[in-house]
């Protein structure tokens, strides 16, 4: 994810080039539009998110390094896939629908 919206602060990392920059900051303020005006219709979390570790992730993946995601390791994997660069599908070994599948998707 590029940005975290908090409370009273809204963070984002470094992007790419000024193009993806423009693109993701004008997503987030449709976003914390569209919040605004459902603002009575939304019910509160008050659990916080934390972004998960790489290792949490590759506990659960199939761990064989077939290569078949385009990566070298499946821990290469789990890394790009914290930091969003993947998709979890895109990990041909690890079955939709599946108890680690499901587990891994939570933790995203």
């Known amino acids: 994810m590029e940005v975290a919206i908090r409370q009273k602060t809204i963070s984002v990392r470094m992007f790419k080039d000024k193009d993806t920059a423009v693109l993701i900051c004008d997503e987030a303020v449709k976003y914390i539009n569209d919040i ?8 509160p979390s008050y659990n916080e998110w934390s972004q998960p570790r790489a ?36 990990c041909p070994e690890l079955m939709p629908g599946s108890e680690n599948y499901r587990l891994i998707s939570e933790m995203l």
């Not at 605004?36 to 019910?43: A, C, G, M, P």
């Not at 199939?62 to 998709?87: I, Q, S």
């Open 36 to 43: 605004n005006r459902r603002r009575n219709q939304i019910t």
């Open 55 to 90: 290792i949490d992730i590759f506990k659960y993946l199939p761990r064989n390094n077939c290569k078949k995601c385009g990566l070298p390791t499946c821990m290469a994997f789990a890394t790009k896939l914290v930091l969003d660069e993947v998709n979890l599908e895109n």
